[in-house]
Nanobody, 126 residues
């Protein structure tokens, strides 16, 4: 069984920083090729935030977070992190960690990922 365990969420003020983490937990060694963060706000679809490709270290970001968020990965720990700076109230959402257990071209969309975390709340107040 594969579990993606998120941590580090919480409530912060606008302009603050927060770092959320996601670690892969499994009964056997299961490398992830790509890991990403998505987020969902009430009444909206889950949207892509950022992705990290472990083989190349390549990253991609949604336009709404570019320049403020930084995704990084640790292949040894099968972990991915999201450093969020200059947070805005619009960043308030449940953030989901996603992992692709096989190579995928669809790493900017939900369909590229076959493993998901439970989600972690990030709330940004004025």
């Amino acid at each position: 069984q594969v579990k993606l365990v998120e941590s580090g969420g919480g409530l912060v003020q606008a302009g603050s920083s927060l770092r959320i983490s996601c670690v892969v937990s499994s009964d056997y060694s299961l490398p992830m090729y790509t890991m990403a963060w998505f987020r969902r706000t009430p009444g909206n679809e889950r949207e892509f935030v950022a992705t990290f490709l472990f083989d190349s270290g390549t990253t991609h970001y949604a336009d709404s977070v570019k320049g403020r968020f930084t995704i990084s990965g640790d292949v040894a720990r099968s972990a991915v992190y999201l450093q969020m700076n200059t947070l805005k109230p619009d960043d308030t959402a449940i953030y989901y960690c996603a992992g692709a257990g096989k190579p995928t071209y669809y790493f900017l969309t939900d369909e590229g990922y076959d493993n998901w975390g439970q989600g972690i709340q990030v709330a940004v107040s004025l």
